[in-house]
């Protein structure tokens, strides 16, 4: 279970997060949702561990910021929005980055055993007749399955994703979103995503934390956070109804 409790965090000494509490339990997914600015990458870093707060962040009773990075690193991954420059990896390599945390000393080798971690999780994302490539040479949809995989490598309790879909065409979305479901489910493990998208959303969390100005506004189910109301506030946007007359537009006369 992840308990995050009061937190506070941000940049040069002023708080972005503030007062921010929410509990995740195993094998469950929550997408945070909120307009541009709200904090919620600024929520995902801290529970990561990137930057400091204030408050309680801790899995299974273990205060996370009391761990070691390389401990850490079993607990909690981050797989953040793409970064602009490309360190000359291929494929393969930089899914074994993942298996980092669990080698003995900083230059061992992979064991036998990381090596099929890294091939079988290549697999999963259906890369690997492109294990040898550089990732400089990949589309940004392929470099997206590319960190999925190093996530899935890497196997932590807790995987954050920030707006993970960006790059995907609508049916490696689904796929992706599909793939964390099951590892949540199966392993019993924690997915916590920023989503814009709020059919996907929909379609994917058991709950959702909607942020607004740095605080925690709603938390419950799709059904409960994403009311007509509520985001007609929040987003200034009557977003309900826009949806529907959008999808009558798929209607065929
Ligand atoms: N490294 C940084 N240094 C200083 N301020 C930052 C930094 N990163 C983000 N901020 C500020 O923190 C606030 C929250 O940013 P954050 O990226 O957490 O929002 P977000 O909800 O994820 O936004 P978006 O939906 O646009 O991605 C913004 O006002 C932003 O300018």
Not at 65 to 84: C, E, F, H, N, P
Not at 195 to 202: G, I, P, R, S, T
Request: net charge neutral; aromatic share 8%; charged share 25%.
């Amino acid at each position: 279970m992840l308990e995050i409790k009061n937190i506070y965090s941000g940049y040069d000494g002023i708080d972005i997060i503030k007062d921010v509490s929410v509990t995740v339990n195993r094998g469950e997914n929550l997408c945070i949702v909120g307009p541009n600015g709200c904090g919620k990458s600024t929520l995902l870093k801290s529970i990561a561990n990137i930057i400091d707060y204030r408050g309680s962040i801790k899995i299974d009773g273990k205060e996370m910021s009391s761990m070691d990075r390389k401990y850490l690193a079993t607990k909690v991954g981050l797989m953040s929005q793409i970064s602009q420059i490309y360190f000359p990896y291929t494929v393969y390599d930089t899914v074994a980055f993942g298996r980092y945390p669990y080698l003995k000393g900083v230059f061992s080798d992979l064991s036998i055993e990381d090596k099929n971690i890294v091939i079988e999780n290549i697999k999963k994302v259906n890369l690997y007749e492109l294990k040898d490539k550089m990732i400089s040479e990949l589309s940004g949809g392929q470099l997206q399955r590319v960190f999925l995989a190093r996530i899935f490598a890497q196997n932590p309790d807790i995987i954050l994703l920030d707006e993970p879909t960006n790059h995907l065409d609508l049916k490696h979305q689904i796929e992706l979103l599909e793939n964390l479901n099951s590892w949540a489910k199966q392993n019993n493990k924690i997915v916590i995503g920023v989503l814009h998208d709020l059919n996907l959303v929909q379609y994917f969390a058991d709950n959702v934390l909607m942020m607004n100005k740095g605080q925690a506004i709603s938390y419950g189910s799709s059904k409960d956070v994403l009311n007509e109301s509520l985001l007609k506030e929040i987003y200034g946007l009557d977003i309900k109804n826009f949806m529907l007359e959008i999808l009558k537009r798929w209607e065929v006369v």
